[in-house]
């Protein structure tokens, strides 16, 4: 029988320390002042820690003690990550758990707000990613434009697109370049939810970003957790090929292409808001060049010393998800509740990662709200009205 604070989750014990990025019970311990033994028990739910303890773990890892009463918005499907293969486990169980929270946040505002409904269509049809074929991910593509009547031309902000489908969307800093996103559809009510790296972040890494994150939304939503272990790297493959015939569409976007140079890859670059490095995978792809030609231009894309930053990355504002802080500005701003109110009674996280998350100006909760009292013109009873002050209406002619 377990002891201590009856209702703990041994879970949330694990999120929130992923979330901290304690990558071990040991240091968790060493913050508290105990034996690593105890934190041990508590996450593999043998024991619970008592009223003193849980108080001590909810000021280390800055969350309210309610938050581990409650329990886990996780997902039974997998979450697909674009991180590096040097990527520390610290930082991918870190963005695990960012993911977490972004579904908490997300299912706690869809109680006072109606999201945008899910307006992804089943274009598997009944194909499961083993069987897919290139041509089969061009021809996904093209029926996906045409659903959302994109047409043919550049699609310049994929934020929005997702938003508007009715995927929820948040960015954050991951403290490290070896993260770009992640992706994974909600067990509550079956959406998908993306979270974006702003990390060293330009125009066209966020379309290539949020394009690629869509392609596993898309294409992966059956996807076991075995086979997203195993299969990775082909998953990944597929996410990217999707990506690249989105935003680069076969029929329009080759036929653009003046000559296969860089200089003719920037003059699009401007136009189709896709860096260089992608136009060159793009061509490769579609054989338009052979594989030499291709690593000449990689060749000379690094004697450019593009590979740090392509030119025009710091021309383009990047786009940034507004459905989360519209949410949050709607309850507070129509009454339904207060800052506070949702503090004390909907949210257990700390206000700063949830401001983050939901893109949220630094201190918003911590800010009072505006109090807006309504003025009447004061009427003056010795001042009588005057009838020669008043507008004269002039007839205009018709023409």
């Given amino acids: ?69 409650r329990p886990v918005h ?19 169980s870190y963005q695990d758990a960012q993911m977490q929270w972004l579904q908490e946040i997300s299912s706690i505002l869809q109680h006072y707000v109606d999201f945008p409904e899910v ?30 009547n994109l047409g043919q031309a550049p699609c310049t902000n994929m934020v929005a697109l997702l938003e508007r ?30 979270l974006l790296a702003s990390d060293k972040m330009s125009l066209p890494r966020r379309q290539m970003d949020a394009a690629h994150e869509l392609g596993h939304a898309v294409l992966h939503k059956g996807v076991t957790h075995e086979q997203l272990k195993t299969d990775l790297k082909e998953i990944e493959r597929q996410a990217f090929r999707f990506a690249s015939a989105f935003l680069m569409p076969e029929t329009t976007y080759v036929h653009e292409v003046p000559h296969y140079s860089l200089a003719g890859l920037l003059s699009l670059k401007e136009r189709w808001r896709v860096s260089i490095k992608a136009q060159i995978r793009r061509l490769k792809d579609l054989d338009i060049i052979p ?5 000449q231009l990689h060749k000379g894309y690094s004697a450019k010393g593009w590979h740090k930053e392509e030119p025009m990355d710091r021309e383009w504002p990047i786009p940034e998800p507004t459905h989360l802080l519209n949410a949050f500005n709607l309850i507070v701003d129509s009454g339904t509740r207060s800052k506070a109110d949702l503090l004390a009674v909907e949210f257990t996280m700390h206000p700063g990662d949830i401001e983050n998350l939901a893109g949220l100006p630094s201190g918003w909760f911590s800010k009072n709200e505006a109090s807006v009292v309504q003025l009447t013109l004061k009427s003056d009873p010795q001042k009588t009205p005057d009838s020669s002050s008043a507008g004269e209406v002039v007839q205009f002619p018709r023409r």
Wanted: net charge negative; with cysteine; aromatic share 6%.
């Fill in 1 to 69: 029988m377990r002891v201590g604070t009856p209702g703990f989750v041994p879970e949330r014990l694990v999120e929130a320390r992923a979330a901290r990025r304690i990558l071990s019970m040991t240091e968790l311990a060493r913050m508290l002042g105990v034996n690593p033994s105890a934190v041990s028990r508590w996450e593999n739910g043998t024991h619970a820690p008592d009223a003193a303890a849980l108080a001590d773990l909810a000021r280390e890892l800055r969350v309210r003690r309610e938050y581990f009463l």
């Fill in 74 to 92: 996780g997902s039974d499907h997998p979450m697909f990550s674009r991180s590096l293969a040097s990527a520390l486990k610290r930082d991918t």
């Fill in 119 to 148: 307006d992804i269509p089943d274009v598997m049809k009944g194909l499961t990613y083993k069987q897919l074929r290139d041509e089969d991910i061009e021809g996904i593509a093209q029926e996906l434009r045409s659903h959302w």
């Fill in 165 to 194: 489908i009715g995927c929820v969307v948040a960015s954050i800093e991951m403290g490290t370049t070896k993260l770009d996103g992640l992706c994974s559809w909600s067990r509550e009510d079956e959406r998908p939810h993306i």
């Fill in 291 to 295: 594989d030499h030609h291709a690593t």
